[in-house]
């Protein structure tokens, strides 16, 4: 037997990492140690969770066993007719590329499941599409008809995401036992009505604003003030926009059911504006620095251009570009990732947490690779990207329980009852949750 590990210098995620690695039955005595030193750390938040006060013992670590050649033959087909039939088959595409995501993510041995009909999926991108030729050629008859159908399809939209919601969880499964989500209406709405307002009261003053201009270009030079409400309602929408996810990340999770229990999230509004606030620290100076570095080479250029006659090869202007495209893709890859942090350490369903550990310079490594590989590949390469990140998602994704899964899962199964198609079903938003 080897050395014993000296546990009381590990962190907590170094005391879950070795639970979930130990050989139980070559130490069961470790084991039962790293139980019982995780459930009493004092620290006890994975990264960026704020509620301790439950944590279990047990890990149930996620994996995807799905292969970039078997995804790219399901994938290829799926371009091809859907090209062919001019959309119609991207109903059934979604099914196929659904299922075969969901059949290869596993937790505790069992996969999940997807159960959505293309009929379904179709008939919602039908009525998609009626909306969107609706607001297209509204803009052909005048600006009051395109203001009517815009206005209609902003007010619909709150009510279709909570039945797209409905339909994506309703459609997934575990062992048997089928998600669902609660639909409150009256919730969504109150969500949605103070960004909508804002942003209905800031495109009355451009519409206004541009108005002026057009009829009297001269009068706005000294007119400062007519400049005020198109500056300052951008930035209070910005500064709202933290608080307006963190009610709908709130909304989707506590509505959200496995059988009869509940999800619950414990986090607060702070910390969404905490990973906001740390990104802009970051992006804002990084585009100045960047900015005054592209105007001193281009000034540089310029320079070489007039006394050689030479103009610069494509090569220097990618030295140029480089360094934005990364600080961008870094900019996505920290808040999608500590958002994922966030919310999956926060998300619990009855003593059962979820615990995410991605980690930012590794996304933004797969974003890169990720974003040349499909762009050198003309996009070929899209379905070993996506298996890609995938796979790495779900190995750092774990289910935390206070008890047997599959006691948890049985009690669901005897007191689920059947759900029943809803007209919501026909609405196929997709926001990935």
């Known amino acids: 037997m080897g050395t014993k590990p000296d546990y009381d210098s590990y962190s907590y995620n170094d005391l879950v990492d070795s639970l979930n690695n130990i050989d139980r039955d070559k130490y069961p005595e470790r084991y039962e140690e790293l139980k019982s030193r995780i459930s009493n750390f004092k620290e006890t938040v994975p990264e960026e969770s704020e509620d301790n006060s439950e944590l279990s013992a047990n890990m149930h670590q996620f994996e995807f066993t799905g292969k970039a050649g078997e995804f790219f033959s399901i994938w290829i087909v799926n371009v091809l007719l859907s090209i062919v039939t001019l959309g119609i088959y991207s109903a059934w595409a979604k099914v196929r590329k659904e299922t075969y ?33 609706a607001y297209y050629f ?66 009355y003053f451009i519409i206004e604003f541009q108005k002026n201009i057009v009829a009297n270009p001269d009068a706005l030079k000294d007119d ?30 506590n509505h959200s059911r496995f059988g009869k ?40 250029l310029n320079s070489a251009i007039n006394s050689t006659g030479v103009p610069p090869g494509p090569f220097m202007m990618l030295i140029v570009m480089v360094p934005m495209m990364i600080l961008y893709l870094w900019l996505f ?37 990720n974003t040349l590989a499909i762009a050198f590949s003309i996009g070929l390469l899209a379905p070993w990207a996506m298996v890609r990140t995938t ?11 206070d ?23 026909m609405f196929d938003i997709d926001l990935g949750f």
Not at 169 to 184: G, L, Q
Not at 274 to 285: D, E, N, Q, R
Request: charged share 10%.
């Open 333 to 369: 890859a920290y808040i999608q990732t500590r958002k994922t942090n966030l919310i999956y350490n926060n998300t619990r369903i009855q003593g059962h947490q979820l615990h995410s550990k991605l980690q930012v310079f590794d996304m933004t490594y797969l974003y890169i690779t």
């Open 138 to 203: 509204s803009g052909y008859v005048n600006t009051t008809a395109a203001g009517i159908v815009i206005t209609a399809i902003a007010v619909m939209m709150p009510a279709l995401i909570v039945m797209s919601l409905a339909f994506r969880m309703r459609n997934s499964s575990y062992r048997n036992v089928r998600f669902n989500f609660e639909k409150d209406f009256k919730q969504v709405y109150a969500i949605f009505i103070t960004p909508s307002l804002l942003l209905a009261v800031y495109l």
């Open 224 to 253: 400062f003030s007519s400049y005020l409400p198109i500056m300052i309602l951008p930035l209070l929408i910005g500064l709202m926009y933290p608080l307006f996810e963190y009610f709908l990340v709130k909304f989707r999770i």
């Open 261 to 300: 229990s509940e999800f619950g999230f414990t986090s607060g509004a702070g910390s969404f504006y905490a990973i906001y606030l740390i990104a802009a620290a970051v992006f804002i100076p990084g585009i100045f620095i960047i900015t005054f570095t592209m105007t001193m080479i281009m000034g540089a």
């Open 391 to 401: 796979r790495y998602k779900m190995s750092c994704t774990s289910l935390l329980s």
């Open 101 to 133: 995501f969901y059949g290869n993510t596993q937790l505790d041995g069992s996969s999940f499941r997807y159960h959505a009909k293309p009929m379904q999926i179709l008939k919602g991108r039908i009525i998609a599409f009626i909306f969107f030729l």
């Open 403 to 425: 008890e047997s899964l599959n006691d948890f899962v049985a009690t669901q199964t005897s007191e689920q009852s059947a759900y029943g198609e809803e007209i919501g079903e």
